[in-house]
């Protein structure tokens, strides 16, 4: 039985342990296995592969029972999840249900969230842009949260890193604000959407509009073809997952990568219940995990773990990390873990017409969105009644006119031949919260899930600062549509629920001071040095660009520094 017992620990045990599958754990297994180690990556959900498992992907609009609405059964039985954009027939198989992993709202939240083997990276809106010392340096200089322990140089040779392999497609626009990257060639924009660029820059000294920059492969490198990807081919149905691997994804890109080494074993339907720390030899030695079908629990091990699990269900399983050394959850000597959470305001917009231009219409689809504005408040100076700032989106299109009078054949004559109307134009606004103490997640004392996990408390709220924010951006908006020339301008307050903008940050902070941190400059956990965090969990704050492109940035960073502090037998 002893004999048994040793050749199961062996089998159980790996170099590395992975926590997630989504785009940072993707990352960091790629990284790993491309560097000899033998990797496990486990994933709460089931398993999903490239091509094989996107049922939806070619179908066309009159194939959906629908045309695209979920069955209104549907809809109430998932209050949460049909607030989400994405929550449509031909997406929400890769969209967690409301009842299948419950949590507890202290405030309204809505947690939207992708369990299956490449996790959000199958529904992410792809849209990727460099932080600048603007942004690492903004804890400091705006007295807010604590001062991020790295800034822009740190990170800018790792950006270029995962921008070449993962393939971002944008225009070098010289902004100090927004630092260009290894790009492919940008998406063009429209006629209205450079119109309204023109306008900006003409008008204002500080403010541009910008080709969105975004991770399609507008023109494939070698690199991109030896993934087996294909140029992006502009269909925008990128959420049922693309069979061309014309966006980023874990199952397109990084986890096929990976598995190409022979390093990687992947195990979907693995719910991590807790990371092993154990207390005589004072270091995390596994994971511990259920099988989510089975309910079977087992003991993985290995030398070092990286905690990918998206933002929220890392500090889940990070505050159900007990020991007698960590008896409020794995590093958190201080009591500040899963506090200071923070998003993006994504709850206003503003729409309008513009009659100019008629001589032009739209051909084709831009997977890029149009354009954007990049943060131009506050940015060297302090000139508002709130903190920090915002970016924004900006789109146009063609409208038509459909004549629907008529009945029978005439009806029917007139729906097919629309005429083209005038031009719409939108934008939506990317606000950065601030961290607080009071914005925090924390495991119920008594209700468990079907995984004998703690469900999460969400206590996670705007404050005037945002609310301040807010008003600027529909006021500075307003003027300069008017300006533009735009009509019929309506002003959009959301009044949404924090979480629809899926970009939650924070909780296990980075930071100096282990007193007011959870992870160091390298992402390990201060007082667990074995352990690593590079997804949203780690985010010291969030800025205003999308984050996804900095974790993958900072999680290629941090396994090439735990790879070397293991040679050094540090780890």
């Known amino acids: 039985m002893s004999n048994f017992n040793i050749d199961a620990q062996k089998a159980q045990t790996f170099d590395a342990i992975v926590i997630g599958s989504g785009i ?3 990352w960091a297994a ?32 009159y194939e959906f ?12 039985e998932n209050p949460i999840a049909s607030r989400c954009y994405i929550f449509k027939e031909d997406a929400m198989h890769f969209v967690v249900k409301d009842k299948e992993h419950p949590y507890v709202q202290e405030k309204p939240f809505d947690w939207i969230r992708g369990y299956q083997v490449g996790g959000k990276s199958l529904l992410w809106a792809r849209q990727t842009q460099r932080w600048s010392d603007l942004d ?25 890193y995962v921008e070449k392999f993962a393939g971002i497609s944008g225009n070098k626009d010289g902004l100090a604000a927004l630092p260009d990257g290894e790009f492919l060639p940008g998406f063009p924009l429209n006629a209205v959407e450079d119109y309204f660029k023109k306008f900006v820059a003409g008008k204002y000294e500080n403010r541009h509009v910008i080709s969105a920059r975004c991770a399609h492969l507008s023109k494939p490198n070698q690199i991109h073809l030896d993934q087996g990807r294909a140029q992006c081919q502009n269909r925008t149905l990128c959420q049922r997952g693309c069979p061309f691997g014309g966006y980023f994804s874990s199952n397109a890109s990084t986890l096929p990568w990976a598995a190409k080494t022979g390093n990687l074993t992947l195990r979907p339907n693995s719910v991590v219940q807790a ?21 079977e629990v087992i003991d993985y091990y290995a030398k070092v773990v990286f905690v990918n699990a998206a933002a929220l269900n890392t500090n889940l399983i990070l505050l159900n990390s007990v020991s007698q050394r960590f008896p409020q959850g794995l590093g958190n000597d201080h009591g500040q873990l899963g506090k200071y959470v923070a998003f993006h305001n994504y709850s206003a917009r503003i729409s309008a017409e513009y009659d100019g231009l008629k001589q032009f219409t739209t051909d084709g689809r ?71 103490e009071s914005n925090y997640v924390s495991l119920h004392p008594d209700q468990k899930d079907a995984w004998d996990m703690p469900l999460l408390n969400i206590s996670v709220d705007y404050d005037e600062n945002d609310v301040q924010m807010k008003k600027d951006y529909l006021e500075q908006l307003t003027e300069m549509f008017t300006e533009a020339g735009f009509k019929n301008i309506k002003a959009n307050d959301a009044s949404q629920a924090p979480g629809l903008d899926i970009h939650e940050m924070g909780g296990a902070r980075m930071g100096h ?7 160091n400059k390298w992402n390990q956990v201060h007082a667990c040095p074995n352990v690593f965090v590079t997804d949203g969990a780690c985010m010291t704050s969030t800025s205003t660009q999308n984050p996804s492109l900095t974790y993958m940035a900072l999680t290629a960073r941090a396994v090439d520094y735990a790879v070397a502090a293991m040679k050094r037998k540090e780890l």
């Open 136 to 160: 690492f340096e903004g804890p400091a200089r705006d007295d807010f949260a604590v001062d991020w322990p790295i800034r822009y140089k740190d990170i800018a040779p790792w950006y270029s």
């Open 65 to 76: 029972e629908h045309l695209g609405e979920p069955k209104l059964a549907i809809q109430k």
């Open 513 to 519: 001071d282990p007193k007011t941190s959870i992870l």
């Open 275 to 295: 990371v092993i720390y154990d207390d005589k030899k004072e270091k995390v030695t596994g994971v511990r995990v259920m099988d989510a079908n089975t309910k």
């Open 30 to 61: 790629k990284e790993f296995t491309e560097k000899g180690l033998k990797t496990l990556v486990l994933e709460r959900g089931r398993d999903v592969q490239h091509l094989k498992d996107y049922p939806t992907t070619n179908k066309y609009p």
């Open 24 to 26: 940072s754990g993707g």
């Open 366 to 436: 831009n997977p890029a969105g149009g354009g954007y504005l990049p943060r131009f408040r506050n940015l060297y100076k302090q000139e508002t009644n709130f903190k920090r700032g915002y970016a924004a989106g900006f789109s146009a299109y063609r409208s038509s006119d459909r004549d629907s009078s008529g009945v029978g054949a005439g009806l029917k004559e007139n729906l097919l031949h629309p005429t083209i109307g005038p031009w719409k134009v939108g934008s939506h606004m990317m606000g950065e919260t601030i961290p607080k």
